[in-house]
């Protein structure tokens, strides 16, 4: 091996050692600040705020379904004849299944249908309504 080669590779290493320190410099040097941005959280409605800014998600009142089921049982519980109310949301389509006395005559289970029907409908009409008595 030549002087001349020998001194190319020397060069060659200095020159690749230094520009991995400066890297490795300049790459550290930005962890250590601190950004000074103010942190801001997302809107608590599961979606990470994004029912905030997209109209077009299926539950379009900005509220969740879990909301919705609680005032349905809400309004469903007072209702005389109704033992029990189960709520299914298939985007804007809620389907109500309701379970009444037994000893109800069919023109009552109509009646309860219908008043159920007409109470929902009114207090959510973002929704398709459908309102079923179960045998």
């Not at 009142?61 to 298939?90: C, W």
Request: charged content about 25%; some cysteine; glycine content about 10%.
């Amino acid at each position: 091996m030549n002087q001349r080669t020998g001194l190319r590779r020397k060069k060659r290493i200095w020159r690749v050692l230094w520009i991995g320190l400066l890297g490795s410099a300049a790459l550290l040097s930005g962890c250590g600040q601190d950004a000074g941005g103010k942190v801001e959280s997302y809107g608590n409605d599961g979606y990470l705020g994004y029912t905030n800014t997209n109209p077009n998600l299926l539950n379009r009142s900005g509220t969740l379904y879990h909301r919705d089921m609680d005032m349905i049982n809400q309004l469903l519980r007072p209702m005389s004849g109704v033992k029990t109310a189960e709520a299914g949301f298939n985007g804007d389509v809620l389907n109500v299944k309701l379970r009444v006395s037994d000893n109800a005559t069919d023109k009552e289970r109509d009646s309860i249908r219908a008043e159920a029907q007409a109470l929902l409908q009114a207090n959510f009409p973002r929704y398709d309504v459908h309102v079923k008595v179960a045998d």
